[in-house]
């Protein structure tokens, strides 16, 4: 089993930034995939974000390229998503999500989902 909790979320002005986290436990994170779902009201829950704990490598959705970064700690065993030049259509519940075997984007293939954090674009 994999707990995971995230935090970061809030309310912040077009054009601002957050970083999202989510701190992940119960097992190491050596052969998973990490990702950042996002769910807005009356919407299906999309992918935003995802890395290989091991290797670092990332993809990202279109709608997010080039403002959004994913990371990861070691350490902490913490990923990020560090959420830049944020638009009013970033207003969701960003949830954080873990698969083992293999990197996608269908939040159907994720084993373990955290609880979810409200980020909220002001325009």
């Known amino acids: 089993q994999v707990q995971l909790v995230e935090s970061g979320g809030g309310l912040v002005q077009a054009g601002g930034s957050l970083r999202l986290s989510c701190a992940a436990s119960?097992?190491?994170?050596?052969?998973?995939?990490m990702a950042w779902f996002r769910q807005a009201p009356g919407k299906e829950r999309e992918f935003v974000a995802a890395i290989r704990w091991t290797f670092g490598s990332t993809r990202y959705a279109d709608s997010v390229e080039g403002r959004f970064t994913i990371s990861r700690e070691n350490a902490k065993n913490t990923v990020y998503l560090q959420m830049n030049n944020l638009k009013p259509e970033d207003t969701a519940v960003y949830y954080c999500?873990?698969?083992?075997?293999?990197?996608?984007?269908?939040?159907?293939?994720?084993?373990?989902w955290g609880q979810g954090t409200q980020v909220t674009v002001s325009s």
């Open positions: 999500a873990a698969k083992r075997l293999a990197m996608a984007i269908n939040p159907g293939a994720y084993e373990y």
């Open positions: 119960g097992r190491t994170l050596a052969n998973y995939y």
